[in-house]
C-alpha cells in the first residue's frame, strides 16, 4: 500500500541551452536510488536508459530509469498508472499544450497517494504550461532569457521568486559576484562566471 503520508515533490527547473538541466536531472535520478521515468520528444536525448513504450501493464514494472518517448495518442493516459517513483517531463514545450492541461492536472493533484515526484523542465518560465506554477513546491533555477512576469498569476511568492531569477541570471553572466568567489573568465567572447550556476527556492 502507497504511504499518503509522504511528501512529494513537483518540481519546475528552467534554464537556457547549455546550463546544466540534464547533468543536474541524471544526477539527481541517480542519487534518489528510486525508479524513474524520463518522458522526452526527442528520441536522441537520455539514450543511455532503456526505452519503454507505456501500453502494457508490465512496462510499469521495472527498477532504475527508463526513458519514454512522447507519443501524444497515449503517454498522457497511461501516465496515471505509474506508481513509486519520479517522473521527468523533459523540454515541456515539444508535447505539452493547453488541450492537455485535465491530464495534467490529475496527475499533479493525484502525485501524493501515487507517492510520484514530478520535474517539469523547460528552457524558460513561458516554455513550461502555468498548471505546473499553480503546483510547484520547488523551483530549480539556471540561467533564463525569457520573461518570469508572464507566469505572475500562478507563482506563489512571485516576488521572492523573481528576486531570486534576477540573482541567478546575474551570477550566471558574471553581472554579480559568484557567492564561492570565483572569478570572471572569458566564455565564447563574453564576460561569465558560470553559465552552470543554479539555485534551489522552495516554494513555501
Same mark, same amino acid.
Given at each position: 500500500?502507497?504511504?499518503?503520508?509522504?511528501?512529494?515533490?513537483?518540481?519546475?527547473?528552467l534554464g537556457?541551452?547549455?546550463?546544466?538541466?540534464?547533468?543536474? =536531472?541524471?544526477?539527481?535520478?541517480?542519487?534518489?536510488?528510486?525508479?524513474?521515468?524520463?518522458?522526452?520528444?526527442?528520441? #536522441?536525448?537520455?539514450?543511455? &536508459?532503456?526505452?519503454?513504450?507505456?501500453?502494457?501493464?508490465?512496462?510499469?514494472? &521495472?527498477?532504475?530509469?527508463?526513458?519514454?518517448?512522447?507519443?501524444?495518442?497515449? !503517454?498522457?493516459?497511461?501516465?496515471?498508472?505509474? #506508481?513509486?517513483?519520479?517522473?521527468v517531463l523533459?523540454?515541456?514545450?515539444?508535447?505539452?499544450?493547453?488541450? !492537455?492541461?485535465?491530464?495534467?492536472?490529475? =496527475?499533479?493533484? #493525484?502525485?501524493?497517494?501515487?507517492?510520484?515526484?514530478?520535474?517539469?523542465?523547460?528552457?524558460?518560465?513561458?516554455?513550461?504550461?502555468?498548471?505546473? +506554477? !499553480? +503546483?510547484? !513546491?520547488?523551483?530549480?533555477?539556471?540561467?533564463?532569457?525569457?520573461?518570469?512576469?508572464?507566469?505572475?498569476?500562478?507563482?506563489?511568492?512571485?516576488?521572492?521568486? #523573481?528576486?531570486?531569477?534576477?540573482?541567478?541570471?546575474?551570477?550566471?553572466?558574471?553581472?554579480?559576484?559568484?557567492?564561492?568567489?570565483?572569478?570572471?573568465?572569458?566564455?565564447?567572447?563574453?564576460?561569465?562566471?558560470?553559465?552552470? &550556476?543554479?539555485?534551489?527556492?522552495?516554494?513555501?
Open positions: 500500500m502507497s504511504d499518503v503520508s509522504v511528501m512529494t515533490k513537483m518540481t519546475v527547473l537556457t541551452n547549455g546550463c546544466g538541466k540534464t547533468t543536474a =536531472l541524471r544526477n539527481i535520478l541517480t542519487a534518489s536510488g528510486r525508479r524513474a521515468l524520463v518522458v522526452t520528444p526527442d528520441d #536522441r536525448e537520455w539514450t543511455e &536508459y532503456e526505452h519503454v513504450e507505456l501500453r502494457e501493464p508490465q512496462d510499469f514494472v &521495472y527498477d532504475g530509469i527508463r526513458r519514454h518517448i512522447f507519443d501524444p495518442e497515449w !503517454t498522457l493516459k497511461m501516465l496515471k498508472y505509474f #506508481r513509486n517513483g519520479i517522473i523533459d523540454d515541456c514545450r515539444g508535447y505539452l499544450r493547453s488541450n !492537455t492541461s485535465d491530464e495534467i492536472r490529475q =496527475l499533479l493533484i #493525484r502525485r501524493r497517494q501515487r507517492c510520484v515526484d514530478i520535474f517539469a523542465v523547460g528552457h524558460g518560465f513561458t516554455e513550461v504550461p502555468p498548471v505546473f +506554477f !499553480t +503546483f510547484a !513546491t520547488d523551483f530549480v533555477l539556471f540561467q533564463t532569457r525569457d520573461n518570469i512576469e508572464r507566469r505572475k498569476y500562478y507563482v506563489r511568492n512571485f516576488e521572492s521568486l #523573481r528576486r531570486k531569477v534576477e540573482e541567478v541570471n546575474g551570477i550566471a553572466t558574471g553581472r554579480l559576484a559568484h557567492p564561492k568567489g570565483y572569478g570572471v573568465a572569458e566564455m565564447a567572447g563574453k564576460k561569465c562566471v558560470d553559465i552552470h &550556476y543554479c539555485d534551489v527556492v522552495v516554494n513555501e
